[in-house]
């Protein structure tokens, strides 16, 4: 309830929530709203001694039934924009893309195919 009434505030509630979860993962650096490829990825997550890193990308919907579609959309625009172009220069040599969809306390996640 706390996150607002526009499409944008309910994003960055989802948004907020899973930074404060991946703050908790020892090793892993999270970067939030960072200019990459050709434009701001949602959130990155780099583990320097395994050499991996994460981007995901969030998006919310009002209607259960688009979650799917919010998901695919999610990793087409990681896939559009390039994010995974972040990590050139860091040495990773594992590199994961998620897209997720919320919806109230539903959330739909796909890991884009590289």
């Given amino acids: 309830m706390d996150g607002g009434n526009t499409e944008e505030q309910k994003e960055s509630a989802y948004h907020t929530l899973l930074i404060g979860m ?3 993962r ?3 650096v999270v970067k939030s709203n ?18 991996e890193g ?13 979650l799917q579609t ?10 559009d924009m390039n994010y995974s172009g972040y990590f050139l220069g860091f040495q990773i040599n594992k590199i994961e893309e998620y897209g997720i969809a919320f919806c109230g306390k539903t959330c739909r996640v796909l890991k884009r195919g590289m």
């Fill in 34 to 51: 960072r200019e990459a490829g050709k434009g701001r990825a949602d959130i990155i997550l780099i583990n320097r001694i395994k050499r």
């Fill in 26 to 28: 020892k090793g892993w």
């Fill in 54 to 66: 994460i981007v995901i990308e969030v998006k919310h919907t009002n209607d259960e039934k688009k």
């Fill in 70 to 79: 919010k998901a695919e959309e999610a990793c087409r625009q990681i896939k």
């Fill in 22 to 24: 991946a703050k908790g």
